[in-house]
């Protein structure tokens, strides 16, 4: 069964900004925006760059290789919504000052 677990301390992701982490085999990409904060799957699903290192602005981050823009709430591709093409999303929540992620099991 699937727990949250510890990525960091609060303040370890500058706000506007997104930082990688191992999370149950999985690396994630966590994002504080407006003081909140959200997971997504780190690798693009186009060629599989690290999202966590892409430009933030306006609720997307940008895909450093090629510029595929991600909803950090949905996942959500943005350059083409009616695609419906996702990078999975996670649960994230602040216990005491640790940033915790949780990654489901697989089915």
Known sequence: MAEFQ???????VPEGQGRAFSVAGKMVAVF???GEYFAINDFCPHMGASLA??????GAV?????AWRFGVKDGLWLD???SNLRTPTYQVRVEGDL???LV????
């Open 62 to 66: 940008m895909c450093p290789w090629h």
């Open 6 to 12: 510890s990525v960091a301390k609060v303040g370890a």
């Open 32 to 34: 504080l925006l407006d």
């Open 53 to 58: 290192s892409g430009y933030v602005e306006n």
């Open 99 to 101: 940033i915790q992620v």
């Open 104 to 107: 489901p099991d697989e089915a």
């Open 80 to 82: 083409n919504p009616k």
